[in-house]
């Protein structure tokens, strides 16, 4: 005889759909990739343009784009992310979701190093045909003495844009700068996107309760 199992999928961004359930409201940023480098780079607050140029010519620091994500990759991202949490207030990160995504295909890490191989940020992305979202974005910032805590934050600006012409050359269509607050309760993580340009757009996070499975 057969029976039903309901499958339930979890969905960032989407226009709001009357077939999904639990839908939460959320503003984000996103960056058209469809324009050339110039215009996007342009678009980018001031400040935010010298930091990149400055980490990118001076500071001497490496970027990496992470395709093939490790479970020992995971593991520790997941520590440093969660250690990073506590000192900031925010939400840990779900080594779970992370997982997944990396399981389906739908993971990049990011990380910049300095001269001497340490880690001074890492970004968690996920992507599908046509979209990059920032999910989890850790930095040691805190950690570091005057110099190089600006060293470390203009790493991160430089990161996101190394990300976005990365993502860029591979036919993604839209950086999604991971949502903002629409309360104010990250206004500084706000404006540090808010700096890059891009577009205040209002999507829905949801529970899609659409997927039927049929078993014998």
């Known amino acids: 005889k057969p029976s039903s ?13 009357k077939w999904c359930a639990k839908k939460k409201r959320v503003q984000t940023i996103l960056i ?37 994500v490790s479970d020992s990759e995971i593991n520790n991202f997941h520590l440093l992310y969660n250690s990073f949490a506590s000192t900031v207030g925010i939400g840990n990160a779900n080594k779970a979701k992370i997982t997944t995504f990396r399981d389906n295909g739908h993971l990049f890490f990011s990380k910049a190093i300095d001269k001497n191989g340490k880690l001074l940020c890492m970004h968690a992305l996920i992507f599908d045909d046509s979209r990059v979202r920032l ?28 990300e976005i012409n990365q993502l860029k050359n591979r036919g993604l269509k839209y950086y999604d700068f991971g949502g903002i607050s629409l309360n104010g309760e990250t206004k500084n993580i706000d404006k540090f996107k808010m700096a890059f340009g891009g577009k205040v757009v209002t999507e829905y996070n949801a529970i899609c309760l659409d997927i039927f499975w049929w078993i014998k």
């Not at 199992?5 to 759909?17: A, E, T, V």
């Not at 989890?136 to 996101?160: C, E, P, Q, T």
Request: glycine share 2%; charged share 35%.
């Open 32 to 68: 058209d990739l469809v324009n050339d480098s110039a215009h996007i780079f342009n678009e980018i607050k001031k400040k935010t343009r010298y930091d990149i140029r400055r980490s990118n010519e001076k500071d001497d620091v490496e970027l990496l784009l992470i395709e093939d």
């Open 135 to 162: 999910l989890y974005s850790y930095s040691v910032f805190r950690k570091l003495d005057k110099n190089m805590r600006d060293v470390s934050g203009r790493a991160n600006k430089s990161l996101h844009w190394f």
């Open 5 to 17: 199992s309901l499958l339930s999928i979890y969905i960032h961004s989407l226009k709001l759909d």
